[in-house]
């Protein structure tokens, strides 16, 4: 089903498991961000609009349709997502968002760390 999305993969539906738990990540992180963060804060917008970058640039490197220099911008678009969403964390520390929070921030750095060979093999292997 997603082999068209990913056609140049022996497991097209292992990469695709991939992109879909990092966006959804991505996501919850976002939310957080918004919960976390006050009504005049632009955490929100920057979160939303690395999470949109990052998933976009991820499926286009894996797609092959980018190159390396893409991947690395999408590593630290990442990166810039996961410390963004530890410096609201640490602002506005409550015990009862941290339960979320700190658990999507972990999952999500290991994603970013499983994504990494993902895109050694997208890029410079072929």
């Not at 991939?18 to 996501?27: E, M, P, T």
């Not at 957080?32 to 979160?47: C, H, I």
């Not at 976009?56 to 590593?75: D, I, M, P, Q």
């Not at 009862?96 to 921030?105: K, S």
């Amino acid at each position: 089903m997603v082999e068209w999305l990913f056609p140049n993969w022996s497991s097209p539906v292992a990469v695709a498991a991939v992109v879909a738990a990092k966006a959804f990540l991505n996501a919850v992180l976002t939310a957080r961000t918004a919960a976390l963060s006050g009504e005049d804060s632009r955490a929100p917008f920057v979160a939303g609009g690395l999470t949109v970058c990052s998933t976009v640039l991820a499926v286009f490197v894996l797609r092959g349709t980018l190159g390396l220099a893409a991947s690395y911008l999408e590593v630290a678009l990442q990166a810039a997502l996961l410390v963004l969403v530890a410096v609201v964390t640490y602002s506005a520390a409550e015990n009862r968002r941290l339960a979320v929070t700190v658990p999507a921030l972990l999952a999500a750095a290991a994603l970013l760390l499983v994504t990494i060979p993902l895109y050694g093999e997208a890029t410079v292997a072929p």
